[in-house]
């Protein structure tokens, strides 16, 4: 693929597609913690890890 232009920066993808998925990442940890979700996994970071590769992922196939 090639580099997005933003500004006279070129930035691979790959990179714009994980900032996205860390804004939605952000949102969704704030989400999660609301609703106590976070009460019932054995290791947080791990579950944010996951869930980080989850985002990524579907926004990759819909950016992508």
């Given at each position: 693929?090639?580099?997005?232009?933003?500004?006279?920066?070129?930035?691979?993808?790959?990179?714009?597609?994980?900032?996205?998925?860390?804004?939605?990442?952000?949102?969704?940890?704030?989400?999660?913690?609301?609703?106590?979700?976070?009460?019932?996994?054995w290791?947080?970071?791990?579950?944010?890890?996951?869930?980080?590769?989850?985002?990524?992922?579907?926004?990759?196939?819909?950016?992508?």
């Amino acid at each position: 693929m090639k580099e997005i232009d933003v500004l006279g920066l070129f930035f691979p993808p790959f990179l714009i597609w994980g900032v996205i998925a860390f804004l939605i990442l952000g949102w969704l940890r704030v989400l999660l913690a609301r609703i106590g979700f976070y009460r019932f996994v054995w290791h947080r970071s791990l579950v944010d890890i996951a869930l980080w590769v989850i985002v990524s992922g579907v926004v990759v196939t819909f950016l992508g």
